[in-house]
């Protein structure tokens, strides 16, 4: 069965489809891993709608809402792009995931702030949506950060997280993608 959901943002309603409502979320994390091969086939504006749409509903502490996210999918953002990081794969799409500093939650008891958290969990989010979709990606921390900073000019206050390079897979993944520990190496009850 084929279900329809309609989602209104800001800037135009986006139709949602979806094979099955009772999507099971395991099997699509399972089915999720990091690409370093890509197609050179660009990805629609549809596509990148619905990954941005994943990432507007993930949870943020007090739901403050701190994400900024940039898009780079032109030929000259990603140029730019290659100067903040060797990781970038020749992906055709990247996401720079960041934070506002000034909109961020706090602890109390110690001034931990969430920012990092927020911009991780919206992250998140926007990878399993590209995996749901056939859009592989891969998670990338190793980057210059004022690099970054500098070259898609951040205020002071925007601090970047992650870059998520995406992408048409053109590899599978290998072996290793499979191991994980057993959960008793880190599970502890009380």
């Not at 990247?94 to 958290?117: L, P």
Request: aromatic share 10%.
């Amino acid at each position: 069965m084929l279900y329809c959901i309609y989602v209104y943002n800001s800037v135009k309603p986006l139709i949602l489809f979806r094979k099955d409502k009772n999507m099971d979320f395991l099997e699509l994390a399972k089915k999720r891993y990091s690409v370093r091969n890509f197609k050179k086939i660009p990805i629609s504006q549809m596509i990148i709608d619905k990954i941005l749409m994943a990432g507007n509903v993930a949870p943020t502490a007090h739901n403050n809402q701190p994400q900024k996210i940039i898009v780079v999918h032109s030929q000259k953002g990603l140029q730019i792009l290659k100067k903040c990081t060797e990781c970038h794969y020749d992906a055709p799409l990247a996401f720079i995931i960041c934070y506002d500093k000034n909109k961020c939650w706090k602890r109390s008891y110690d001034d931990k702030n969430s920012g990092d958290i927020d911009a991780s969990i919206v992250a998140t989010h926007m990878m399993m949506e590209a995996t749901e979709l056939g859009i592989g990606s891969t998670w990338i921390m190793y980057f210059i950060p004022d690099a970054i900073k500098v070259e898609f000019e951040l205020p002071d206050n925007i601090e970047p997280v992650v870059i998520l390079v995406m992408g048409y897979p053109d590899a599978q993944p290998v072996k290793e993608h499979l191991d994980r520990r057993d959960l008793g190496e880190y599970v502890s009850y009380r």
